[in-house]
Structures are given as structure tokens and as C-alpha cells.
């Protein structure tokens, strides 16, 4: 009874261990942006347990640090859960791109899996699939679990001191969100028609931003720039099918 | 709000990943990552107070410098996020 669980063990072990190396950088990038939510959630109103349960069954760093910010400034639920939505809705758009490498994977499996694809999670995935191929089930979960693992630990240390602390501007949590998303984009270009896209993407979405005042900003710009990114890639392979 | 976080993770696994997707879907899906993280950024640190900020006084555009500078040459998380805060906080007490 025991050998077979020892087999198993000593089997998917490696792989355990291998998904955990891969997700580190995110478990780093995680702690401090984990722990500025739990500050933010509990100076909101939230309880600890509220803040953590949220952690555990939202896990989304932005959702969850844009919905402190709601709950502090006194939204109602709708207002809170329609802009959770449409900030998420971008994981939409890397679910559709991770799903043609996970066909051969059972719709369970990838229902558990979709639970903790976040931003981070995504970015690793698609440098691992596109260095060394699909992994094993074992080592998407792991690379998946061990982040979520740690943001929840971070945002209780968060949650459990933010009454403590008098002022979190000087240390300046807020910038925390933004910092992640630029490291996230650095992590995602590697060529020069991508920074093209990014700039206009995020001209877009100011635009969008300053005369829509809403959430959609973020969705429209991607979408537009995109589409220009297939564009442009399209009539670069026309006149120089060399460069790029 | 677990709900409404899950279902845009999970639809598309479900529904596109037994087939196979036509070329210039998926060469559009591979700009939407740079896409979003770009437009996620763009109002956090052009944006100050719902008007367009390029200023000396707009504390987050200042710390986006050594950001992405850091972000550029480490591609890492963790090294970015404390640099970036690090300014930002740096910028708060010198009262720029």
C-alpha cells in the first residue's frame, strides 16, 4: 500500500521539483505585490479571513487589488463584480492562446488548470512550451499551485499586519501593480514589432481610459493592437520575408 | 467575483482545445499578451487623477524608468517590483 504511494511519489517528483524551479521568479514577483493587497484589503474593511478566502477562491492579483480599492472607496457588489469581469476578461485571451498546446489534455484536468492561469502563470507557460515543449500534467499544476500558494501566504502576512501599519504610501504598495505589469510585458517581448504593439496599446488604452471612463479601455486597445500586430506582420513578410 | 474571474480562464481551454485553430487566429492570439500587459500599464502611470499626467509631479511615470530598465535587463519579477517601489517611495519622501 505504502510502496505504491513511495513509487508514485518518486516518479512525479522530479517533476514537482522541476515546475517549482520554473515558477520561483512568479513566487518572488508574488510577494510583494500579495502582500500589498492584504494591506489594501484590510484597510478596506475586509476582514482577514475575507481578505485570504479571497486569495484562495478569486486568485487574481489585479481583480483582487482593483476590488480593495472598490470596496474602500464604497462601490456596491454589482459595480464590483462587472469591473472584476471585464479586467479578467483578458485571461479569455490567453486561455484561447494556451488551448491549441493542451488538446490531448482531459476537460476536468483543463478545468482545474484554467482555475490558476493568471498573468504570471501564462507568461511561464508559453516560454516553456515554446523552449521545451508541453510539460506533464504534474509539472503544469505544480507551476500553476506553487505561486497560488504564495500569494495567499503573502496576502494573509499582508491582511494580518496592514492594521498595523499607519502609513503605506511611504512604502509605497501602490506601485506594486504597476511594476508587475512592467515586468510581465519586458518578460513577454522579444521583437521590435512588439514594441510598436505595446506602444500602441497602451496609447489606445489611455485614450480609451480618459474619454470612455470605464474598464473596457483595457479590452478594446487589445484587441485593436493586435489585430494591427497580425497586420503589420502580414505586410512585413510581404516586402522583407528575411527580417523579423 | 470567483465566478466572473473563472469563466474567462476556463471557456476557451474547454471549448477550443480539441480543435485546431485557423493560422491567423492564433498569429492574433500571440500579440494579445503584449496587448493587454501594455494596456493594463498605459493608465497606471500616464493617468493621474482621470487626466493625462506627463509631468514631474506624477511620481509613478518617474519610477517606470528604472522599472523597465531593470525589467529589460533581468526579465525578472521579483528584482522589478522592489526597484520600481523603491523609487516611488524614494520619489514620496524627497517630496518631488
Known amino acids: 500500500m505504502f510502496d505504491w504511494y513511495i513509487q508514485r511519489w518518486r516518479r512525479v517528483l522530479p517533476e514537482v521539483v522541476r515546475g517549482a524551479g520554473r515558477a520561483l521568479p512568479v513566487v518572488f514577483g508574488y510577494l510583494p505585490v500579495g502582500f500589498a493587497y492584504g494591506v489594501l484589503a484590510s484597510q478596506a474593511g475586509l476582514t482577514l479571513l475575507e481578505a485570504v478566502l479571497m486569495s484562495v477562491f478569486v486568485y487574481a492579483g489585479s481583480a483582487q487589488l482593483i476590488a480593495a480599492g472598490l470596496i474602500a472607496a464604497g462601490a456596491n457588489t454589482a459595480t464590483i463584480t462587472a469591473t472584476t469581469f471585464l479586467v479578467n476578461l483578458r485571461h479569455m485571451l490567453m486561455s484561447a492562446a494556451l488551448a491549441p498546446y493542451l488538446g490531448h489534455l482531459s476537460r476536468p484536468f483543463l478545468s482545474w488548470f484554467a482555475f490558476e492561469i493568471t498573468d504570471e502563470s501564462f507568461a511561464v507557460h508559453t516560454s516553456v512550451f515554446a523552449k521545451d515543449g508541453v510539460p506533464g500534467k504534474v509539472e503544469l499544476l505544480t507551476i500553476n499551485l506553487v505561486p497560488q500558494l504564495a500569494w495567499i501566504a503573502s496576502s494573509f502576512f499582508g491582511a494580518w499586519t496592514g492594521t498595523l501599519l499607519a502609513d503605506t504610501k511611504a512604502l509605497a504598495l501602490d506601485y506594486a501593480l504597476p511594476a508587475m505589469f512592467i515586468a510581465l510585458l519586458m518578460m513577454q517581448i522579444v521583437n521590435r514589432l512588439q514594441v510598436v504593439i505595446a506602444v500602441l496599446a497602451a496609447s489606445a488604452s489611455v485614450f480609451f481610459y480618459l474619454f470612455l471612463s470605464s474598464n473596457w479601455n483595457v479590452i478594446l486597445a487589445t484587441v485593436i493592437a493586435a489585430t494591427i500586430g497580425v497586420f503589420c506582420e502580414r505586410w512585413m513578410d510581404k516586402f522583407s520575408p528575411s527580417s523579423f | ?96
Do not use: C, D
Not at chain 2, 470567483?2 to 491567423?24: E, F, K, M
Not at chain 2, 500616464?46 to 522599472?67: C, R, T, Y
Open chain 2, 1 to 96: 467575483m470567483a465566478v466572473v474571474t473563472y469563466i474567462p480562464r476556463v471557456l476557451p481551454l474547454l471549448l477550443i482545445a480539441r480543435h485546431s485553430l485557423p493560422g491567423p487566429v492564433i498569429r492574433w492570439l500571440k500579440y494579445v499578451p503584449v496587448a493587454v500587459l501594455a494596456s493594463l500599464l498605459g493608465p497606471t502611470v500616464l493617468v493621474q487623477g482621470e487626466v493625462l499626467a506627463i509631468n514631474s509631479g506624477n511620481h509613478f511615470l518617474w519610477a517606470a524608468l528604472p522599472s523597465f530598465l531593470v525589467a529589460w535587463k533581468t526579465r525578472q519579477m521579483f528584482p522589478t517590483v522592489l526597484v520600481g517601489m523603491a523609487a516611488v517611495a524614494i520619489l514620496r519622501f524627497l517630496g518631488l
